[in-house]
């Protein structure tokens, strides 16, 4: 499931079929590539803002996200964590996607994820501008960390992934 499909998205609670926001925000753990809540916006300006831990969340489709219950909303100031995450803008989505050395290497512009989990599997990068547009999907097996200037991956490593998967793929043909 690609997140760029909850961002903006309204947020229902299941059970009522009540309306409570629209989702403005992905939180992912800094340490590890999962996403931990999304933050929902009560009004435009976006000052009433609750937090959906991504258990709570049933499923997401045709424009709506749609939670367990109200009581799986949580007030943005009581989630201390959550909040310090987002106060050093440690965000995914736009950011800047960093080698080791914290070159860029493109803008993070999605990913996809198992709802079940919040595990995120790949990255969806794009590099360049106008009409020269690269496109990448990098794995989140390569995923270091979310720091101030962007996320890491060590890039070094995928040659090793890559021809690990092809040795597993001719074990299986032979």
């Known amino acids: 499931m690609l997140i760029r499909k909850?961002?903006?998205?309204d947020c229902m609670i299941a059970k009522q079929?009540?309306?409570?926001?629209k989702v403005v925000e992905v939180v992912v753990d800094p340490n590890r590539p999962k996403i931990v809540a999304l933050i929902v916006s009560q009004n435009e300006k976006k000052t009433k803002r609750k937090i959906v831990k991504i258990a709570?969340?049933?499923d997401g489709w045709n424009g709506l996200v749609w939670i367990k219950s109200r009581e799986n909303l949580l007030d943005f100031d009581k989630a201390k964590i959550i909040a310090d995450i987002v106060g050093r803008g440690y965000l995914v989505l736009d950011r800047w996607?960093?080698?080791?050395?914290?070159?860029?290497?493109?803008?993070?512009?999605?990913?996809?994820?198992?709802?079940?989990t919040g595990m995120i599997n790949n990255f969806h990068l794009e590099k360049g501008i106008g009409w020269w547009k690269q496109k990448r999907i990098i794995g989140a097996r390569l995923f270091i960390e979310i720091i101030a200037?962007?996320?890491?991956?060590?890039?070094?490593?995928?040659?090793?992934?890559r021809l690990q998967k092809i040795q597993e793929v001719e074990l299986v043909i032979q």
């Open 17 to 21: 079929e009540v309306l409570v926001g």
């Open 97 to 116: 996607a960093l080698n080791k050395n914290l070159d860029r290497i493109g803008r993070i512009m999605d990913f996809d994820f198992d709802l079940l």
């Open 6 to 9: 909850f961002v903006g998205a």
């Open 149 to 161: 200037k962007g996320v890491v991956f060590d890039l070094e490593s995928s040659a090793d992934l």
């Open 56 to 58: 709570s969340v049933i």
